[in-house]
């Protein structure tokens, strides 16, 4: 797992990128921008779909397609990180199956909080363009001491997890801090949400150099894959915090 966030990003590290022979067209950042916008689209596609059945006569009709696309993400998540050169196919997918599962935990969360999916759409591409910004305009700079503390926190935050979900699966015991509506637990969101969306910085300054070193097209995808996983954990994150200040 530490391996894996290398550059912040469990996927976008910077050797992939070093380490990739440019051959024919050259990766640009706005392909990758492009691409990431199509991956986006996917996303709010397949979202719909399981959204819909969330809201319809059998809601637990979108439960096979949430875990399914869970668990196919997540593999086709794990292959396109070894498998560089096959982002192309595997990134869409992954973007459809996100897609699945993000619909459905949304449409679960907007029945006990009225709106919420929205307002956590809403901060989530309200803090990517605020950091975008921010990095453009030299505010925030992915120096080596923000990456190495952003590395650091971010595998702390994995491994309290890794943690957290063994304990659930093997032992049935949770961590209230994680998931209670505590100050303690609101607090912890609000550090892991930071985290979250300091990736994104990270995500923007390795996709930059990429382009500069002339990296193949194809890592195009590889980028806009990278900057999915980003925002689909900041915003799955952003919709945990809002849970818990609207039970408070």
Known sequence: MAEMFRSNNPVLKEKVFAGAIPSGEAMTIQGTVNKTGLLLLFVVVTAAWTWGL????????????MLGGALVGFVTAMVTVFKQTWAPITAPVYAL???L??????????RSYPGIA??????????MF??????????VRATRGFKL???AATGAIAVVYLVSMVASLFFHTQFSFLYSNSPLSIGISVVVVIIAALNLIL????????ARMGAPKYMEWYG???MMVTLIWLYLEILRLLAKTRRR
């Open 101 to 110: 599962f993000l619909g459905g935990i949304s449409a679960i969360f907007e």
């Open 54 to 65: 969330s809201h319809s006569e059998t809601p637990e009709a979108a439960y096979p397609w």
């Open 118 to 127: 929205m307002q956590a759409i809403s901060l989530t591409f309200g803090v």
């Open 224 to 226: 806009a894959f990278g």
């Open 149 to 151: 503390g952003v590395i």
């Open 203 to 210: 995500d923007f300054d390795m996709i930059e150099n990429a």
């Open 130 to 139: 605020v950091l975008l910004l921010a990095y453009k305009f030299g505010i």
């Open 97 to 99: 199956c996100q897609g």
